[in-house]
């Protein structure tokens, strides 16, 4: 069974910064992408930052120059540094990885971001 753990969610006044972090294990042979999604509320679930064969960054257009993403694939780790967090970033974040044929998600960490 392959597992999707997530940790770093919280609260945090804007301007500041927070740290999420992905472990996923189980039964994966490969792994192409990892990254993170969020929904906020009354949202679709939009893209945030995601890592593919461990080299290419994909960004939304929104989080730019805000929020970093590294990928371990020998660990299979993902996290995401957000930095200069505004209250438009809060949401429900989720952890997802891309498979063979199979794409994963995590439960979601809450990141909440006070005016």
């Known amino acids: 069974q392959v597992q999707l753990v997530e940790s770093g969610g919280g609260l945090v006044q804007a301007g500041g910064s927070l740290r999420l972090s992905c472990a996923a294990s189980?039964?994966?042979?490969?792994?192409?992408?990892m990254g993170w999604y969020r929904q906020a509320p009354g949202k679709q679930r939009e893209l945030v930052a995601a890592v593919t064969g461990g080299r290419t960054t994909n960004y939304a257009e929104s989080v730019k120059g805000r929020f970093t993403i590294s990928r371990d694939n020998a660990k299979n780790t993902v996290s995401l540094q957000m930095n200069s967090l505004k209250p438009e970033d809060t949401a429900m974040y989720y952890c997802?990885?891309?498979?063979?044929?199979?794409?994963?998600w995590g439960k979601g960490t809450l990141v909440t971001v006070s005016s």
């Open positions: 189980g039964s994966i042979s490969s792994i192409n992408s």
């Open positions: 997802h990885v891309m498979g063979y044929g199979v794409q994963y």
